[in-house]
């Protein structure tokens, strides 16, 4: 696995380094984590992160951010420890849920006319929370 250098990163949250594992709510923080990672890892590929944990009524859309034609990009982390994939956790609810998230970020910014992607990031952690493995799918619904 290579390592990434990030510059200029504005982060969504704590720096993964920082994140307390083993106590209750470890789902949510290795959500929290592999979030993190998700940043970094497109942030590095030149994406420019506009929201992180955007959140209407019900609905969350873990990253929204803009590629480098200023194209909108909405971003699910889906995350798993090592050796479980964690594109099992992208089950047909959640792919309802982030549709319904899209559109409700659409409407309240108005935005219906502009082009968008809906994409998946994949992130298996090893046991030390390191990335084990890290895959960026794109337009997935």
């Avoid at 506009?50 to 982390?77: G, M, P, S, T």
Wanted: net charge negative; glycine share 4%.
């Amino acid at each position: 696995m290579r390592e990434l250098q990030i510059t200029n990163y504005e982060s969504c949250g704590e720096p993964a380094e920082s994140i307390r594992i083993g106590d209750a709510g470890r789902k949510r923080e290795l959500g929290m984590i592999a979030e993190e990672y998700a940043g970094h890892y497109l942030q590095a590929c030149g994406y420019m992160v506009e929201h992180c944990n955007w959140r209407y009524k019900h609905h969350e859309l873990d990253l929204v951010i803009r590629d480098a034609k200023q194209q909108l990009v909405f971003i699910e982390v889906k995350a798993a420890q090592a050796p479980f994939d964690p594109i099992q956790h992208f089950s047909d609810r959640k792919q309802r849920d982030f549709k319904a998230a899209i559109g409700d970020y659409l409407e309240q910014y108005q935005l219906w006319e502009e082009t968008f992607s809906a994409d998946l990031v994949t992130i298996s952690l090893a046991t030390d929370y390191s990335i084990y493995s890290l895959a960026h799918y794109d337009n997935v619904i």
